[in-house]
Nanobody, 116 residues
Framework: QVQLVESGGGLVQAGGSLRLSCAAS????????MAWYRQTPGKQRELVAG???????NYADSVKGRFTIFTDIAKNTVYLQMNSLKPEDTAVYYC??????????WGQGTQVTVSS
């Protein structure tokens, strides 16, 4: 069992930046799936950014060019750098990590609020 703890959320003005962190309780070196999702009230959770098998990255169209997902394997941490934030980026952001696409762990979420 791997526990994930997100941090770095908060309130920021439009155009600002935040860096989210997802610290795992165990090694993520063997995790093939590392991703960030977000969810707003009444909507389904959506994929924001993901790394598959350590090399293939993908981003939601709405965040391409603004967000970057990266990892520090030595620190067992997955990051999401968010720049040029927009009010529509406001959501609870969740970390998702796992050995396969069918078996992943979720963090508790961290709130990001972007004011206009």
């Amino acid at each position: 069992q791997v526990q994930l703890v997100e941090s770095g959320g908060g309130l920021v003005q439009a155009g600002g930046s935040l860096r989210l962190s997802c610290a795992a309780s165990g090694s993520i070196a063997s995790m093939h799936v590392m991703a960030w999702y977000r969810q707003t009230p009444g909507k389904q959770r959506e994929l924001v950014a993901g790394i598959l098998s350590g090399s293939s990255t993908n981003y939601a169209d709405s965040v391409k060019g603004r967000f970057t997902i990266f990892t520090d394997i030595a620190k067992n941490t997955v990051y999401l750098q968010m720049n040029s934030l927009k009010p529509e980026d406001t959501a609870v952001y969740y970390c998702n990590v796992g050995p396969t696409l069918l078996y992943t762990y979720w963090g508790q979420g961290t709130q990001v609020t972007v004011s206009s």
